[in-house]
């Protein structure tokens, strides 16, 4: 504005002082003042189209999660409908960014209740409680307290926990590049049990925040490495290992194996909510019986601290645990 008000000036003194010269000023004045003036609309109309645009993206990050449940559920039903058309986790590349990480819309067809369903035995029961898990895990950790899932699962063999491993190995988001399997008793031999399982964890939950954790024969699972799993199943779950790791979108299946006729006998047992809660126990009388034989030993080592540790951290772990059943 300042550059056209001179313009002006020189226009009139050059139409004084010179008139031939004086119209080509006063024709140069007015061409500056034109462009001015279409630079202000032009700034008032990319402010106003800025504004649109961020309005747009709020809108499409608030309706996400809607978005990704509607398609979920059509991608599962046309799976059932046409499985050859449209296979299980056949849609493990999508993801969709709105300028977040959080945003993303992961595989619609991860955490499937059909495939927790076909580990489990053939009952109402169970298929009930197979949607019921996928259904928290598919539930955002916000809305669950931001606290990961845990699962015991009992088979009544090596060969049955094996074959359960594999088969839900395909169920988080990227399925198995995201499924991590553990060994417990290998646990036990590395002398600091719980720093061992942090150390495996970290880099995995960092890669895979919403990944599984298929801890195999967590019947042998030391009581030192207790503490460690309980803090990644608490609410706000995670544990510091160079830096912080959040353990909250993550899932949990302890496979606990069991005496065969044990697992048949829930399996097939009328009161399926008894059969669970009865896996459950199982293992933490095999930890409790674990931590006693551990507490002898720390008395006589004068370690009873560690030992007082411990035992609260199973008394903790054993809240933690959302549910069980047999395979």
Same mark, same amino acid.
């Given at each position: 504005?300042?550059?056209?008000?001179?313009l002006?000036?020189?226009?009139?003194?050059?139409?004084?002082?010179?008139?031939?010269?004086?119209?080509?000023a006063?024709?140069?004045?007015?061409?500056?003042?034109?462009?001015?003036?279409?630079?202000?609309?032009?700034?008032?109309?990319?402010?106003?189209?800025?504004?649109?645009?961020?309005?747009?993206?709020?809108?499409?990050?608030t309706?996400?999660?809607?978005?990704?449940?509607?398609?979920?559920?059509?991608?599962?039903?046309?799976?059932?409908k046409?499985?050859?058309?449209?296979?299980?986790?056949?849609?493990?590349?999508?993801?969709?960014?709105?300028?977040?990480?959080?945003?993303?819309?992961?595989?619609?067809t991860a955490?499937?209740?059909?495939?927790l369903?076909?580990?489990?035995p053939?009952?109402?029961?169970?298929a009930?409680?197979?949607?019921?898990?996928?259904?928290?895990?598919?539930?955002?950790?916000?809305?669950?307290?931001?606290?990961?899932?845990?699962?015991?699962?009992a088979?009544?063999?090596?060969?049955?926990?094996?074959?359960?491993?594999?088969?839900?190995?395909?169920?988080?988001?990227?399925?198995? #590049?995201?499924? =991590? !399997? %553990?060994?417990? $008793?290998?646990?036990?031999?590395?002398?600091? *049990?719980? /720093? @061992?399982?942090? +150390?495996?964890?970290?880099?995995?939950?960092?890669?895979?925040p919403?990944?599984l954790v298929?801890?195999?024969?967590?019947?042998?699972l030391?009581?030192?490495?207790v503490?460690?799993?309980?803090?990644?199943?608490?609410?706000?779950?995670?544990f510091?290992?160079?830096?912080?790791?959040?353990?909250?979108?993550? #899932?949990?299946? =302890? !496979? %606990?194996?069991l $005496?065969?006729?044990?697992?048949?006998?829930? *399996?097939? /047992? @009328?009161?399926a +909510?008894?059969?669970?809660?009865?896996i459950?126990?199982?293992?933490?009388?095999?930890?409790?019986?674990?931590?006693?034989?551990q507490?002898q030993?720390?008395e006589?080592?004068g370690?009873?601290?560690?030992?007082?540790?411990?035992?609260?951290?199973?008394?903790?772990l054993?809240?933690?645990?959302?549910?069980? #059943?047999?395979?």
């Amino acid at each position: 504005l300042t550059a056209a008000a001179v313009l002006l000036l020189l226009a009139v003194a050059g139409a004084v002082l010179w008139p031939s010269y004086g119209d080509k000023a006063v024709q140069s004045a007015h061409q500056a003042l034109q462009q001015l003036d279409l630079e202000q609309h032009a700034a008032a109309a990319t402010a106003s189209v800025a504004a649109s645009v961020a309005h747009a993206r709020d809108l499409v990050q608030t309706t996400a999660a809607g978005a990704q449940q509607q398609l979920h559920n059509v991608l599962l039903q046309l799976h059932i409908k046409y499985p050859a058309i449209v296979p299980e986790g056949g849609l493990q590349g999508l993801h969709w960014g709105f300028g977040s990480q959080d945003a993303g819309l992961q595989d619609p067809t991860a955490w499937a209740p059909e495939v927790l369903a076909g580990v489990l035995p053939e009952s109402q029961h169970w298929a009930e409680l197979a949607g019921d898990i996928s259904e928290r895990l598919r539930t955002p950790a916000a809305a669950r307290s931001h606290k990961a899932t845990a699962v015991i699962l009992a088979c009544g063999s090596t060969e049955d926990c094996g074959e359960t491993a594999a088969a839900l190995a395909v169920l988080p988001p990227k399925g198995e #590049a995201c499924s =991590l !399997l %553990l060994n417990a $008793p290998q646990l036990a031999g590395s002398g600091e *049990a719980a /720093a @061992a399982l942090q +150390a495996t964890l970290a880099p995995f939950l960092r890669r895979c925040p919403a990944g599984l954790v298929l801890l195999q024969d967590v019947q042998q699972l030391p009581v030192a490495a207790v503490p460690a799993l309980q803090n990644a199943l608490s609410e706000l779950g995670g544990f510091q290992h160079d830096g912080r790791v959040d353990g909250s979108k993550a #899932a949990y299946a =302890l !496979l %606990l194996q069991l $005496p065969a006729h044990d697992v048949v006998a829930a *399996a097939s /047992a @009328a009161d399926a +909510a008894a059969a669970s809660s009865s896996i459950k126990e199982a293992f933490f009388h095999l930890q409790e019986q674990f931590l006693k034989q551990q507490g002898q030993q720390q008395e006589q080592e004068g370690e009873a601290q560690a030992h007082g540790v411990a035992a609260r951290a199973l008394r903790a772990l054993h809240r933690r645990i959302d549910f069980a #059943a047999p395979v």
